[in-house]
């Protein structure tokens, strides 16, 4: 039975048609793809050299990216972040100093109001260079947390099975439909499997990379399993138990949030431009349209097209990140 239930698992491989572990990981759709590979090497070959200096600026950098998912070298990163902001820079005095000469501003005007919006452009790129890896990693621990009752069930059920520890990770990073470990289960396979790593130090190694608490406690858990030879799926099944808790209680935080959000998006964005599109009209009709020196036909399109939108927006957002995935 167990046999038969391992097969279903990992099928029979075909050696003439099937491809290796290994490029079974490597092609896992839950692996990240490195789409900033072309870039950075660009980048890297071109300033990589000239870098060393800016290095301790961008000290913070390293770990971030270590937690992002983005498989980047730190020094190769700095190297795109100072290419890439030095090319905005650069784009942005010329572009807006030419079109500021083209109507009619005088040349040194243009040329001062160029150089500061560029200088302000300048920094606003180092900054969203330095934000994107932090970005990147809080998201991923999100989906980390999220997934992770349904990553420690997964687990279980192939413990359970007598599946060793190295081919449940294997099996967690070639899922059809990967789940967010999946990416650290196919570098902790790759570890042991290609670069010759006991399992013990490619977890230990994983834990370090990972940005999610939960997921780098349930993985030490696993070390401390393995050491003292205990059962590994008593211990996975305990933690499924622990996080589907865990899971029903930020669901239900999420619940007393989410009607939270509703009353202030109905107070803020229903009611309350009702409310003051009847005071300009009581205003204009008492002979005092105008709010602040701004007309009421101006404060209604201002309201309509800019205020009622960008609120929208703003509350989309909010409501994107709070909410869990599954």
């Given at each position: 039975m167990?046999?038969?239930l391992i097969e279903r698992i990992f099928g029979t491989r075909n050696p003439k048609t099937s491809k290796s572990p290994i490029q079974n990981v490597e092609s896992s759709p839950g692996k990240p793809k490195g789409e900033l590979d072309s870039l950075v090497a660009f980048a890297y070959n071109l300033v990589g050299d000239k870098t060393a200096r800016f290095l301790p600026i961008f000290k913070d950098m390293d770990q971030n990216l270590l937690t992002s998912g983005l498989r980047t070298n730190f020094k190769?990163?700095?190297?795109?972040?100072?290419l890439g902001s030095l090319l905005i820079t650069l784009?942005?005095?010329?572009?807006?100093?030419?079109?500021?000469?083209?109507?009619?501003?005088?040349?040194?005007?243009?040329?001062?109001?160029g150089v500061g919006l560029a200088l302000f452009t300048s920094a606003l790129s180092v900054i969203a260079f330095y934000l994107y890896p932090i970005y990147c990693s809080d998201k991923h621990k999100r989906e980390?947390?999220?997934?992770?009752?349904?990553?420690?069930?997964?687990?279980?059920?192939l413990a359970s099975a007598g599946v060793s520890p190295e081919k449940i990770f294997r099996s967690l990073a070639t899922l059809s439909a990967p789940l967010a470990a999946s990416s650290e289960a196919g570098d902790i396979f790759k570890n042991v499997t290609l670069f010759g790593m006991d399992i013990i130090s490619a977890l230990e190694k994983a834990s370090t990379r990972t940005p999610s608490q939960k997921l780098r406690d349930m993985l030490e858990g696993i070390i401390s399993t393995i050491h003292t030879g205990g059962s590994l799926s008593k211990f996975l099944r305990e933690r499924f138990k622990t996080h589907m808790k865990l899971k029903r209680v930020s669901l239900k935080k999420f619940s007393d949030s989410l009607s939270m959000l509703s009353e202030i998006y109905v107070a803020l964005l229903l009611t309350g431009p009702?409310?003051?599109?009847?005071?300009?009209?009581?205003?204009t009709v008492l002979g005092g349209g105008a709010l602040m020196g701004l007309s009421s036909e101006l404060l209604l399109n201002i309201l309509t097209y800019v205020v009622i939108p960008v609120g929208a927006m703003v509350f989309l957002i909010i409501l994107d990140t709070a909410s869990p995935k599954w």
């Open positions: 167990t046999k038969k190769a990163y700095v190297s795109l972040t100072l784009s942005t005095g010329i572009v807006t100093s030419l079109l500021l000469v083209m109507f009619k501003v005088p040349f040194m005007s243009a040329l001062l109001f980390l947390d999220d997934e992770l009752p349904f990553t420690t069930g997964y687990m279980s059920i009702l409310l003051f599109i009847i005071m300009l009209s009581v205003m």
